[in-house]
T-cell receptor, first 114, second 113 residues
Framework: EAGVTQFPSHSVIEKGQTVTLRCDPI?????LYWYRRVMGKEIKFLLH????????ESGMPNNRFLAERTGGTYSTLKVQPAELEDSGVYFC????????????FGPGTRLLVL | GQQVMQIPQYQHVQEGEDFTTYCNSS?????IQWYKQRPGGHPVFLIQ?????EVKKQKRLTFQFGEAKKNSSLHITATQTTDVGTYFC?????????????FGQGTTLQVKP
């Protein structure tokens, strides 16, 4: 079974620009999560989708971040306009509804805002 | 808010030495999960502990969940260079178990051959 995939793997942009990150969860996984790890610190929750609905977006830093999951398949996370403090690694994870609620993480997108 | 603290932040050991990382939650957890992230990689699920006082082993790795379900530890016996990476503990966040995870800061393990 294919794992969680993310695109792009790296992105370098200037402050004020827009970046869109994409995540394709494991097929059939209703639950999709976005996390961010900044400068070797802890992995912080951003938001959680169940199918196409936002279940919990309490971790979204501010309104410069917009996440979507149209159709309940892949998800995008847009940062507009990007600020220096948005730099970090953005991980997507997915899990199935039944069974253990551990999560399969994607390889991450390393975002650097200059 | 809910916090998960992990110590130490870094640990350098000689190959063959043992290693332990400790995790403490500010709240009682229904379960605790452990993940490993290799350098440049992504977190990979290792194990989930659910019961108070539970102990689980995976080869050289021993995981414990405290009696009060607020702390946990991961112990590696006779470390190998393949053990290098950052080990994270994570507990469910919020009152409803939606799957959201609160991670500790991680313990980065370096093993000298």
């Amino acid at each position: 079974e294919a794992g969680v995939t993310q695109f792009p793997s790296h992105s370098v942009i200037e402050k004020g620009q827009t970046v869109t990150l994409r995540c394709d969860p494991i097929s059939g996984h209703d639950n999709l999560y976005w996390y961010r790890r900044v400068m070797g610190k802890e992995i912080k929750f951003l938001l959680h989708f169940v199918k196409e609905s936002k279940q919990d977006e309490s971790g979204m830093p501010n309104n410069r971040f917009l996440a979507e999951r149209t159709g309940g398949t892949y998800s995008t996370l847009k940062v507009q306009p990007a600020e220096l403090e948005d730099s970090g690694v953005y991980f997507c994870a997915s899990s199935s509804r039944q069974g253990l609620r551990f999560q399969y993480f994607g390889p991450g997108t390393r975002l650097l805002v200059l | 808010g809910q916090q998960v603290m992990q110590i130490p932040q870094y640990q350098h050991v000689q190959e063959g030495e043992d290693f332990t990382t400790y995790c403490n939650s500010s709240t009682t957890l229904s379960n605790i999960q452990w993940y490993k992230q290799r350098p440049g990689g992504h977190p990979v699920f290792l194990i989930q502990l659910v019961k108070s006082g539970e102990v689980k082993k995976q080869k050289r790795l021993t995981f414990q969940f405290g009696e009060a379900k607020k702390n946990s530890s991961l112990h590696i016996t006779a470390t190998q260079t393949t053990d290098v990476g950052t080990y994270f503990c994570a507990g469910p966040g919020g009152s409803s178990n939606t799957g959201k995870l609160i991670f500790g800061q991680g313990t980065t393990l370096q093993v000298k051959p």
